[in-house]
């Protein structure tokens, strides 16, 4: 059984920091790629960021130069550090990750972490 599960989400200040962590679990034979999505109240789910295997990121514009994702392979770990938060990036984040399982190549999500900005 595989799961993904998120941590590190809560209420911060508009300009505050918060790191965001995923952690993959189970019958894992490697990770294809990781990324972070969110979706806002009355809005689509969109990516947020993403990292591969081999270590190459892609982010949206609206957290270029504010947010970092990385990873630790041995652990199995991806997290999203978040700086200098804005309202806007109130949202439920997910963890997305493409894993090669014994039942093949296959899509997880996390259940999601709340994260809430506002003074």
């Known amino acids: 059984q595989v799961q993904l599960v998120e941590s590190g989400g809560g209420l911060v200040q508009p300009g505050g920091s918060l790191r965001l962590s995923c952690a993959a679990s189970?019958?894992?034979?490697?990770?294809?790629?990781t990324g972070w999505y969110r979706q806002a109240p009355g809005k689509q789910r969109e990516l947020v960021a993403r990292v591969t295997s081999g270590g190459r990121t892609n982010y949206a514009d609206s957290v270029k130069g504010r947010f970092t994702i990385s990873r630790d392979n041995a652990k199995n770990m991806v997290y999203l550090q978040m700086n200098s938060l804005k309202p806007e990036d109130t949202a439920v984040y997910y963890c997305?990750?493409?894993?090669?399982?014994?039942?093949?190549?296959?899509?997880?999500w996390g259940q999601g972490t709340q994260v809430t900005v506002s003074s």
């Open positions: 189970g019958s894992i034979l490697s990770i294809v790629a």
């Open positions: 997305q990750s493409d894993l090669v399982t014994y039942a093949g190549l296959l899509d997880y």
